[in-house]
């Protein structure tokens, strides 16, 4: 299987690292097509794979076509690619926000996976949630699904209304934590932790917390009521939450997440 990826940044690279360390291609397989030629010199480098500022020349042999660019430069990919694709070349978009609909206009091509990773995949624990067009064969299907486990986990879904959402989710998610942690950190570092011993402490808790989650058959509300004793410190801290409206102010960054998502897609 020849892969090329339009766009050589963060999420190629995190692609790349799934499916090399998946054994799932070669190098001699893989071309990455960038208009940056350090980025493109600083990808050989590392991956020792195929190189080129020419995406018409880059997609020619390939089976799967990656676009791991920008929403915004989709018109600028578009009309370089369009009516030069073959019919039986996969083509994964990671875009956020932009519909299968579009995409297949835009590139006059029907065979279309659309997906939304994470910046976990990074480390192998990504969440990607994915749909396709019609024109995708259960071949083609199973190709993606490989490649989106070699980053993590991976969940189809049929309804592509809900990509939008797993954006607002899974996609903008890892934030919304780094932020809660970087929250926990500055409150012990005001109250008399250094910055390595808060950051110890907050990023060991919600590692374990994740873990334990996964592990245990009780939800989410039933453990964390676990914790928290009757007039104890964790009920004295919840109670702050509560009082802010904390689930309201979750829910509405969520709610706004998810109108960034369709908007971009118009």
Known sequence: ???TFIGGGNMARTMLNGLFGSNLVCPDDVTVSDVNQAGLESIKAEYGVNTTGNNVQAVGNSDLVVLAVKPQNLSVIS???AGRLEPNQLIVSILAGINLGKLSQNLEHNAIVRAMPNTPAQIGMGMTVWTSSAAVTNE???TAQNIFLAMGEALYIEDEEFIDLATAIS???PAYFF???EAMVDAAVKSGFTKETATRLV??????SVNYARLSDKGLAE???QVTSPGGTTAAAIQVFEAENFKSV???????AHQRAKEIGR
């Open 140 to 142: 083609q299907k199973e």
């Open 223 to 225: 453990l964390r009521q």
């Open 79 to 81: 009309a370089e690619l």
């Open 203 to 208: 990023l060991q808790t919600a590692l374990g």
């Open 250 to 256: 979750v829910a509405k960054a969520v709610a706004c």
């Open 171 to 173: 996609g903008s998610g």
């Open 179 to 181: 932020l809660f942690m």
């Open 1 to 3: 299987m020849k892969i």
